[in-house]
């Protein structure tokens, strides 16, 4: 497939995708309670996957790579993937995060990318 097929795709898809998780409750970070997990899980788990793995509809359609035993990301430090979270331009558009909710998801990803599955 060529890259402007993808590309066009991904954006006609990506909303289509999207769309049924809209409505779903998202921790923000007025929320002290919201667990790392539990930000992860609202914000990052539809293309991401609950266990990290990327093995979601939305996952695969942006070709999103797994988390898990990831050692890039799993040498990283926790303020280090929250940049890297904020730089992905796979991000911008998808999720709206606060600093605090990326930093919480930075923190489980960090987990996420030293399991082994």
């Known amino acids: 497939m060529t890259k402007a097929i993808r590309v066009v795709l991904m954006a006609v898809l990506t909303p289509l995708v999207l ?7 998202q ?9 790392p997990a539990a930000v992860f899980h609202a914000q990052c788990a ?12 939305a ?3 942006l070709e999103v790579t797994p988390l898990v035993n990831h050692a890039k990301l799993a040498a990283m430090t926790p303020e280090h993937i ?8 796979k991000h911008r558009g998808v999720v709206t995060l606060r600093d605090a909710d990326i930093a919480r998801a930075a923190y ?10």
């Open 19 to 25: 769309i049924p998780a809209y409505g779903r409750a």
């Open 27 to 35: 921790p923000r970070d007025e929320d002290p309670e919201a667990s």
């Open 46 to 57: 539809l293309c991401h996957g609950e266990g990290g793995q990327s093995d979601t509809p």
């Open 59 to 61: 996952g695969r359609a």
């Open 82 to 89: 929250a940049a890297h979270i904020e730089a992905d331009p």
């Open 108 to 117: 489980f990803v960090k987990q996420l990318a030293h399991e082994q599955r």
